[in-house]
C-alpha cells in the first residue's frame, strides 16, 4: 500500500515555462511534506518542505502547494532551467516518540528542461 | 565540507557472500538511517538509529543488520547477499529538533548480488 504517490514517472517542460510536480498522500497523520532533487550518480538533495498546519511555502523559484483535504500536494518551478532537469522525490513525515521522524517517498518524477 | 560519506560506491557480490556498506557523517547529527532505492519503489527505509547504541527497523529490515557504536558511523551489514538486495543505497543523518525531518543523503552505494 503506497501512502505517497507520484503518478507521473516523467515531464518535459520548454526552458522559461512553468513545471508542476504532483503528488498526493493518504495517511492524515503525516505533518510535513518534503521535496528532494537527485541528479544521476548522486543523493537526494533537500528542496523544500511544507508543514500540514500550511498551504503555501515559497523559495526563490520554488513553490510548495498542499491541500489537507484532497491529500494532495505540489511543487511549481518557476522559470524552469535547463539545470533542472532531475527526478524530484516526494516525501512526507509524521511525528514519532523518539523524535526520529520516519520519511515515506514517493516514487519520483524525472523532469526534463528543453532549452 | 564531507557531510555523509558511503562507501564503497560500487560492490558486485556472489549469492551468499556477506558485506558492510560504511557510513559516517561529520555533522554531529544524533540520528542515521539506510535507505534503499529500487526502480518503481522510491527509496525505503531499511534501519534507523536515534543515537549511538540505538537501532531500530524500518520497512525493509529482513537480511540486513546494523549498529551504532559512535554517532559517527552507521554501516549495514548485508548477512547472506540474496539477487532481491541488489539495489542502490543510501544512507542519510539528520538533527534533532528538525521538525521536518529533513535528511541529508551519502552519493549512494550501488550493489549488485549475482
Known amino acids: 500500500d503506497q501512502q505517497v504517490k507520484q503518478n507521473s514517472p516523467s515531464l518535459s517542460v520548454q526552458e522559461g515555462r512553468i513545471s508542476i510536480l504532483n503528488c498526493d498522500y493518504t495517511?492524515?497523520?503525516?505533518?510535513?511534506f518534503l521535496w528532494y532533487k537527485k541528479y544521476p550518480a548522486e543523493g537526494p538533495t533537500f528542496l523544500i518542505s511544507?508543514?500540514?498546519?500550511?498551504d503555501k511555502n515559497e523559495d526563490g523559484r520554488f513553490t510548495v502547494f498542499l491541500n489537507k483535504s484532497a491529500k494532495h500536494l505540489s511543487l511549481h518551478i518557476v522559470p524552469s532551467q535547463p539545470g533542472d532537469s532531475a527526478v524530484y522525490f516526494c516525501?512526507?513525515?509524521?511525528?514519532?516518540?523518539?523524535?526520529?521522524?520516519?520519511?515515506?517517498f514517493g516514487t519520483g518524477t524525472r523532469l526534463l528542461v528543453s532549452p | 565540507n564531507a557531510g555523509v560519506t558511503q562507501t564503497p560506491k560500487f560492490q558486485v557480490l556472489k549469492t551468499g557472500q556477506s558485506m558492510t556498506l560504511q557510513c559516517a557523517q561529520d555533522?554531529?547529527?544524533?540520528?542515521m538511517s539506510w535507505y534503499r532505492q529500487d526502480p518503481g519503489m522510491g527509496l525505503r527505509l531499511i534501519h534507523y538509529?536515534?543515537?549511538?547504541?540505538?537501532?531500530d527497523q524500518g520497512e525493509v529490515p529482513n537480511g540486513y543488520n546494523v549498529s551504532r557504536s559512535t554517532t559517527e558511523d552507521f554501516p549495514l551489514r548485508l548477512l547472506s547477499a540474496a539477487p532481491s538486495q541488489t539495489s542502490v543505497y543510501f544512507c542519510?543523518?539528520?538533527?534533532?529538533?528538525?521538525?521536518?525531518?529533513?535528511?541529508?543523503f551519502g552519493e549512494g552505494s550501488r550493489l549488485t548480488v549475482l
Open positions: 555533522m554531529n547529527h544524533e540520528y
Open positions: 495517511n492524515s497523520m503525516f505533518d510535513y
Open positions: 538509529s536515534v543515537g549511538a547504541g540505538i537501532t
Open positions: 542519510a543523518s539528520s538533527y534533532h529538533g528538525s521538525n521536518t525531518g529533513e535528511l541529508f
Open positions: 516525501a512526507a513525515s509524521a511525528f514519532s516518540s523518539t523524535g526520529f521522524q520516519k520519511l515515506v
Open positions: 511544507i508543514s500540514s498546519i500550511k
